[in-house]
């Protein structure tokens, strides 16, 4: 007994298509939440622990690219890449780094103030911040995407995103290393 959602749905459709989603950034997290339950309880491999060991490889691939859908879908930048390839833009994050010199500015003006916190209250006004230009960023990424339809400017945002997200990242291991 094949799991039931491998005949209606084929593993080569695209994230949105699995999870019967228009291809858009904006999504609904609540739905998309629903969904993945929803797919998960029809393919988990728990399901077909008696089935022959066919039916189980097959739960277990289908398992696997539901969570992989999820996982890329749930995440904006996740999610801004994958439009992008879809779209036939490549993010091209390790050759393509070339930012605006504002962009640059203000990563060297995070990156000096990251070296000089030295106190928790440092960083949380710091990660204040840098925040609330993540937010910004994922509003552009969605007006990029959604609004114009334009998937160079979405690329060079999903690489600008990259950085901030990594600063983000490093600022979290140092507010750890401060708090231990």
Not at 49 to 77: C, G, H, I, T
Request: glycine share 2%; charged share 30%; with cysteine.
């Amino acid at each position: 007994m094949a799991p039931p959602v491998a005949s209606a749905l084929g593993l080569a459709q695209t994230d949105f298509e699995l999870f019967g989603l228009p291809p858009r950034f904006a999504i609904d997290r609540a739905d998309l939440d629903l969904r993945w339950k929803t797919l998960q309880a029809q393919v988990h491999p728990d399901r077909f622990a008696s089935a022959d060991a066919q039916s189980q490889r097959q739960a277990m691939q289908w398992s696997v690219r539901v969570n992989e859908a999820y996982q890329r879908l749930k995440d904006p930048l996740k999610r801004a890449a994958y439009l992008c390839e879809l779209h036939g833009v490549a993010i091209d994050a390790e050759s393509n780094t070339a930012m605006p010199a504002d962009f640059l500015m203000q990563q060297m003006a995070w990156r000096e103030a990251l070296e000089d916190a030295n106190t928790a209250g440092a960083l949380d006004e710091l990660a204040d911040e840098v925040a609330g230009h993540r937010r910004d960023a994922v509003q552009a990424l969605q007006h990029a995407a959604d609004e114009r339809a334009d998937f160079v400017a979405l690329a060079q945002q999903v690489r600008a995103l990259m950085f901030v997200e990594r600063l983000r990242s490093e600022l979290e291991q140092r507010r750890d290393r401060i708090d231990n």
